[in-house]
C-alpha cells in the first residue's frame, strides 16, 4: 500500500481509516453547480474499502477518472474492485463508472431500486451488472456486511446511505457534505467557520426544500441508535468522532436547519432602474432595523441567488422589491423568486414593493409570486410611481416596522 498522509493530493490515495481510503477529486476550478455559486470549489469523493475483494464508495464527476484510477492504483490493482455501491446516481458521481467498467470490469453496482433504473437509463449497464438492495437490508459484499439505508428524495429518489457496522462508518453520499475544495481530508483540519458557512450554503441550496424528510431521518437514526465514528459524505471533509468536529456536529447543524425556525432577520431582494426601488429598500431595511429585526439587503445586480438561499436558510421575513418594465417584473426578480420558490422555505412573512412610471404591475406580480411562495404578507404591498418623496419614504420606513412587528409576532 502507498497513501501516505492526510492531505489530499499528487494523485494518492488517502487513508481515512487502515481499510478505508479516499480516492476521489478535487475541483478547484468548480464556481458554478447548475446554477448554485460555488466559490470554493469542490471536492467529488470516491472511498475505496479493502475486504476480501475491494469496494469503490461511489465514483467522480467523468473529467476526473484519470484522477481516481491513479489514487486508487496507489493502494490496489484497480481490477481487485469486485462491488461499486452507488449511492447516488446524478453524475458527478456516476459520470465515471462506465470507464471504471471498461478498465476494470467490478462484477456489480449495487444501488437503490431508484438508482438501478437511473444507472441503465444513464449508462445501458447490461442489467446483470446491476443489484437493487432495499431499505434496511444488510448483506455481506466482498466479506463486509453492508447495511442500505433508503434516503429517497435526499435529494434524489435513488439516493441511499450504507453504513459498515463493523466500521461503525456511515457512507451519507450528498447528504452531510459541502462544496468545499480543499486538501485536508478531515473537518476538523480545517477552517470551522468555512465548514459552518459552506455547509449551510449547501443545506440551503440543496436540501432545504427536503427538510421534513431530514427530521424524519435524523428520528430514525437516534431510534436505531446510529452513531457513527465516521461520516463519509460525497463532497468536502470526513466527520471524524473524537476531533473538534465530529458527526454529531453536523448532525446538529442538519436537525437545526431543518426544524426552519424563523429568526429576526429580513432578507430584502430589489433591483432598480433609476434607484427608485433602490431608494424603497433602504428604507424598508431602516424600518426593519429601527424595529429591533435585523435586514439583509441583496440588490439583485451584485448578489447571487445561492448566497440569497444561504440567508434565507436562517431567516423570518422575505420582503421583495422590483420596478416594473415592460408591464412585467424585472428578470433578475423573476429568476430569484422562481429559485427561492423551488426551496420552500417555510413561515415566511413578508411584501411586496416596487416603484413604476406608468402601469405599474411589479407589485402585484410579486405579491402573487410571494404568495405563490406561502409568504405570509403583512402591512401594506408598496408602489410608487417614479421616485419616492420624503412622506412615501415614510410609508416604506413603516412597512420595515411592520414587517419588523410580524417577525417579532411569529418568532412568538
Ligand atoms: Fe453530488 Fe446530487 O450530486
Redesign the pocket.
Known sequence: MNGEGKVRGGFKAVPVTDRIFWVGAIDWELRDFHGYSTSRGST?NAYLVLGEGNILFDAVKEPFFDEMMARIASVVDPSSIRAVVSN?A?M??TGSLARLFEAAGPAQVLASASGVRNLDLQMGFHPAALSAVGDGLTASVCGLDLTFIETKML??PDSMFTFLPSMNTLVS??AF?MHLATPELFAFENDPAILLAEAARYYAN?IMPYSPLVLKLLDRAASIGLDPDLVLP??GPVWKKGTSMPPSWIFGRYAHWASMKPTDKAVIVYDTMWHATEKMAHAIADGVSAGGAVPRVHPMKSSHRSDIAADLLEAGALVAGSPTINNGLFPTLSDICTYLKGLRRPDLVGSAFGSYGWSGESVKVLSELLAGMKVTQVGENIGIQFGPDAAQLDRCRAQGLAIAAAISGARG
Open positions: 467529488y447516488h446524478e458527478d458521481h435529494h434524489w453520499q450528498d457534505g440543496i460525497d463532497h
